[in-house]
């Protein structure tokens, strides 16, 4: 690369006016960039706040359209659901996640009904189903891995035969991608995609996410066994071929903020449709500092958004996107 010298070079001219600056944008976010992550919870009538996510709410299948309708109109491209399941619906294999009328896929198939062109991507792990709150069956005091995945098979099918798009395992196990592909395959889903949390984090910003599940009050332990370390980004490399070796069509990284070095080792290193997760605690870190007046909302939403893009993701899964979205067409409207 050849660069010139200060005074010839000035690095400031291009960043002088507003249309320079939109000339020389390296990268650009829009609505086709977003996911947004819905909560779902039984009963009727009911929309009900979560306290540590301040403007993200539960809410049940009646309301459940009219909850999504703001998002179809912006053209969010995708939806990623996830269920809360009572106390007295799990139990320690979770079996309640291959009832064929559980939460998840009545709201695949009113959804499909109402918004036939939005993407519905499934949540694929035991955590919300089981009594111990892990995200596969313990044996002997330990995740089993095998019999783990046997289960999220039958759940990926369960949620593809209901209308799911994109299964979403974000359990961690191992051999799980090829497991659920073989599963879906043998269904005669062969369209459904695959988009694997390959390089999960064992994480302390899944913590409002938890208490919007009520899986954190159920949580035994820690998930350490199965999600990766923090301290590691080599592993998540291989964790991503694995699941690219296995068929997975898109991966993901999660948390987002905190591993933005990740995203931008994946891209490179195998370009491929790569995402992140803006994670509840990124979310409610960021919303509280708004809230006490120490952040510009909307600047700082964009802003944690542009990050990903810069880094490399294809897209990026927030609690922020329908707002975003607005944002976003304000700024295009001029
Ligand atoms: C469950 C799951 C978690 C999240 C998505 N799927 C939590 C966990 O692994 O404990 C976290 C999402 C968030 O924090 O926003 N398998």
């Given at each position: ?23 020389v ?42 909850h ?9 491209p ?14 320690p294999?979770?079996?309640e996640?291959?009832n ?5 896929c ?27 709150g892990?995200d ?10 095998d ?25 961690m196990?191992?051999?799980?991608i090829?497991?659920?592909?073989e ?10 995609r695959?988009?694997s ?59 987002g ?10 891209h490179?290193?195998?370009a491929?449709p ?20 120490w ?16 880094a ?20 295009d409207?001029?």
């Amino acid at each position: 690369m050849t660069v010139g010298r200060f005074p010839a070079t000035r690095m400031r001219r291009n960043r002088h006016d507003a249309w320079t600056r939109r000339l020389v944008a390296e990268t650009r976010l829009s609505v086709d960039d977003l996911i947004w992550p819905i909560f779902m919870i039984e009963g009727d009538a009911t929309t009900s706040d979560i306290a540590s996510m301040p403007g993200v709410q539960r809410v049940t299948l009646d309301r459940l359209a009219a909850h999504i309708a703001p998002a179809a109109r912006l053209g969010i491209p995708a939806l990623a659901l996830f269920p809360a399941t009572p106390a007295e619906k799990k139990d320690p294999d979770g079996t309640e996640s291959a009832n064929p009328d559980n939460l998840i896929c009545q709201a695949a198939r009113l959804l499909k009904r109402e918004f036939p062109d939005l993407g519905l991507i499934g949540d694929v792990a035991l955590d919300p189903y089981t009594s111990h709150g892990h995200d596969g069956v313990l044996r002997d005091g330990t995740v089993a891995n095998d019999e783990s995945v046997a289960i999220l098979a039958r759940q990926a099918t369960n949620q593809a035969n209901a209308g799911i798009d994109v299964i979403a395992p974000s359990d961690m196990m191992d051999g799980r991608i090829g497991a659920i592909r073989e599963a879906l395959d043998a269904a005669g889903h062969e369209h459904t995609r695959l988009m694997s949390y390959a390089a999960k984090y064992a994480s302390a910003f899944y913590g409002p996410f938890r208490d919007a599940l009520g899986s954190e009050a159920a949580l035994k332990g820690d998930k350490k066994t199965y999600q990766m370390d923090p301290a590691n980004g080599d592993e998540a490399l291989r964790e991503v071929e694995l699941d690219l070796l296995e068929g997975a069509d898109m991966v993901m990284i999660k948390p987002g903020m905190p591993y933005l070095d990740v995203v931008r080792r994946v891209h490179e290193r195998f370009a491929v449709p790569t995402f992140a997760y803006q994670v509840s605690g990124e979310y409610s870190m960021l919303v509280a500092a708004i809230e006490r007046g120490w952040l510009d909302r909307d600047r700082a939403i964009l802003e944690s958004l542009i990050a990903f893009k810069r880094a490399g993701a294809s897209g990026v899964l927030t609690y922020f996107a329908v707002e975003a979205a607005r944002l976003l067409r304000e700024r295009d409207a001029g």
